[in-house]
């Protein structure tokens, strides 16, 4: 399970996202306009990997993504991948989250 974010250079955009399957594939399909013509990815085709955030839940993969997308930041976006002790923070506060502690 990973939080990851993609990049398209040509859009000069990043997209948010969370998965339990193979990250690999999961690229592929966002670049392959798998999940529909009408998705923000499908507005390009050049889509790569800028940073992944393995997790130990979906849940946990989903709260980082959300905490991301509020953010509603390029800057902080890269700052992700230049200081992972932003990244680790983030873990924290999405491990300490009271969805967590579900049984």
Sequence with gaps: MHCYVLHSASLNRY????CQSDLESRILKHNDHS???HRFTAKATDWVLFLAIPC???AEARRIELQIKRMKSKTYIENLKKYPEIIEKLKVRASDSPDSHRG
């Design 15 to 18: 997209y948010v996202g969370a």
């Design 56 to 58: 130990s839940s979906y």
């Design 35 to 37: 999940y529909g013509e």
